[in-house]
């Protein structure tokens, strides 16, 4: 598997510099902020390389943290042939290398440490001079685990000064160079909202702080999302690009990196709506806990239909970037909507055009409009329906999608039917929910 960092310097043939803007790995915690335990040898924990354990081992260190300085530390709990556990004060912060099924993965964070462990991150506001109760523990996986071998585990952090001096020195490479590319990611490996994890739709780790200081020394500065899911972007007009990628699979490396070359042209479409601000979705509406965390271990979707675009329709909510939104290379044109019947439902023909000079992909949406006394509350618009056309430069196409009936009918808990709702109502063609470019009429 290659990287994109390693697939840009071999793609582009240029000089690539690089600079770590958040570190994952971290350093091992040193003796000097850890007091061991009575009956507790090690001074820090870190049992890697010539230090591992034996395989199937287990292993607990306890004593005491003292933090050298005031503010948000990163710490992490990293292992690999065993499960490992980091609690603070009583508090279980972070796991990681659990097997399941007789199968180990290496889920703990993003990515594993640059030396092949699994990394368990949590953040905790510490305070210079408190001292901080600390267990780790480390329990061999049994002889059926695939995989088996030494057991290694380190107890590791990501300081504030640390952390600082990685976004300056990711600052003033990106003054010294044409065009910084940020790497940027949310979540925590297999576990991107689970069980309520998920607080907030913002980067984690000081992120935000990393791309701000970025573009603020090169407002070319490029944005390359490795998310799961939507994330809120307050730096979006000081940077010059933002490439959503999601998390790319074992050609990941070589797909970014011939999109943010121009080799490729992007043609995908968002499948959910981004927010400006937290309070703008409707699972993090903090006047609506039962949505997402949900009330007594009960989660409840008291939005019905209107989840996603259709919230923000029904609510006038203007999203950082709507349902179906997607930019490409080339531009395109919409024309000559058409709408006729075809049995309880539509068809729907229109022209797509490419308007630049390069071959690009566009996927055409078809959204359905309320019709006028429907005797239930329906979206603003829905959609219906969509096509992928694929245009070289200049080129049009005649496109006809079928809405079956089913598409344009709501569900009657009373009868337990669906029930196809009379009366006139809008069809609109466009290239995202609120990028609406040609308007017509069925019923």
Sequence with gaps: MVGPLDALKRTSGADVSFAVGVDLTGTAVPASALTPAAGTTDANIDRTGAGALAVGASYTWSGTLTAPTTGEYALSVQGWGAAVTLTLDGTQLATAAASRDNFARKW??????????????ATAQLTAGQRYSVTVTATGWADTVAGRGPVRVRFAWVTPEQRAAHIAAAARLAQQVHTPVVFAFNGSGGTVGGSGDRTTLALPLHQDELIEAVAAANPRTVVVLNVGDPVTMPWRERVGTILLAGYVGQEGGWSTADLLLGRANPGGKLTMTYPKRDTDHPVLDPAHPERYYGVDGTVTYSEGVFTGYRFFDKHGVEPLFPFGHGLSYTEFGYARLSVGRHGRGLTVS?????RGRRRGAEVAQVYAGAPQGAPVELPVRALVAFRRV???????????????????????????????????????????????????RAG
């Excluded at 229109?350 to 490419?354: A, E, G, S, W």
């Excluded at 009918?409 to 109502?425: E, H, I, K, M």
């Design 390 to 440: 694929e245009l070289g430069p200049g080129e049009s196409r005649r496109v006809s999608v079928r809405v079956d009936e089913r598409q344009l009918s709501y569900w009657d808990t009373a009868t337990g039917a669906w029930v196809l709702p009379r009366g006139r109502r809008g069809v609109y063609v466009g290239s995202s929910s609120r990028d609406i470019r040609l308007n017509g």
């Design 108 to 121: 703990g964070s993003i990515v594993p440490t640059t030396d092949g462990l699994d990394n368990g991150i």
């Design 350 to 354: 229109f022209t797509v055009t490419n």
